[in-house]
């Protein structure tokens, strides 16, 4: 009873920050010479805080696993308005058409450890889609889903090599509970991600924030922003400089 009445504050929380974001986005927009874009779109503020917050000496690379909407909610589209390169990797079809319209270097694909076929459990609501299997989704909400599809897979390295990708300036990894497998799928020591967008709360699966900061405790990450669905950490071995 004690989980339920706290996830259901959670979902309550981040209904009302949701809305306020999407009016800070909306009538809130950047004031800054050097940016050419200046309308944010995260949904809870995670890109207005990577650029208040932390320097970036040049335009850099970003890389946005479980990207949905190519603007709506996207955590990447203000910095490839910007100029930076950014590779957008989703599992879902329609999804991809969508992004294909918009932005400039899209993959179809799920992450995993296996390359080949996995299978992609549809949700009615896109961004809860997931390759988890059903019987894991424990959370507050049961996600309804539609049916099980079969989508080109690949380890996260071979989309990189693809594009001759070298350092990593920011990693956001939002797949609905296959976060840590989409990490261990690359060559940390090649591609050391300056910063790493990681989603801890789904509504199907719960709050899984313990295990990533057990996770990333072990590597030269420092937690340095929580929002009410992601965590943002810095690696403390690159160039990451902070405005204030």
């Not at 004690?2 to 949701?18: D, G, P, T």
């Not at 050419?36 to 503020?45: I, L, M, R």
């Not at 995670?46 to 990207?67: C, H, M, P, S, T």
């Not at 991809?96 to 080949?116: D, F, M, Y």
Request: proline fraction near 2%; hydrophobic fraction near 40%; charge should be negative.
């Amino acid at each position: 009873m004690k989980r339920e009445l706290s996830n259901l504050i959670k979902l309550l929380y981040s209904a009302v920050m949701m809305s306020f974001f999407g009016f800070k986005n909306k009538y809130f927009k950047l004031i800054n010479k050097d940016y050419d874009y200046t309308k944010f779109h995260s949904q809870f503020g995670e890109d207005r805080y990577i650029v208040e917050n932390i320097e970036f000496l040049q335009k850099g690379v970003f890389i946005d696993i479980g990207a949905g909407h190519p603007t709506y909610l996207s955590n990447s589209y203000f910095f490839e308005e910007n100029g930076w390169k950014c590779i957008c990797i989703d599992a879902d079809i329609n999804q991809i058409e969508l992004l294909k319209r918009e932005r400039l270097n899209v993959e179809w694909a799920a992450i995993s450890l296996q390359e080949g076929e996995i299978s992609f459990n549809q949700s009615f609501l896109p961004e809860l889609s997931s390759t988890l299997q059903k019987d894991k989704y424990e959370g507050l909400i049961k996600i309804p889903f539609r049916d099980s599809v079969r989508v080109p897979a690949f380890r996260l390295e071979t989309l990189l090599n693809k594009y001759n990708i070298g350092t990593i300036d920011i990693l956001d990894i939002d797949v609905e509970g296959t976060e840590l497998e989409v990490w261990k799928s690359f060559d940390y020591e090649k591609h050391k991600p300056k910063v790493v967008i990681i989603e801890y709360y789904g509504l199907g699966l719960g709050d899984n924030s313990e295990n990533f900061k057990n996770f990333f405790a072990k590597l030269p990450y420092k937690l340095v922003h929580t929002t009410c669905t992601n965590f943002i950490f810095v690696n403390q071995e690159t160039s990451v400089k902070f405005l204030r």
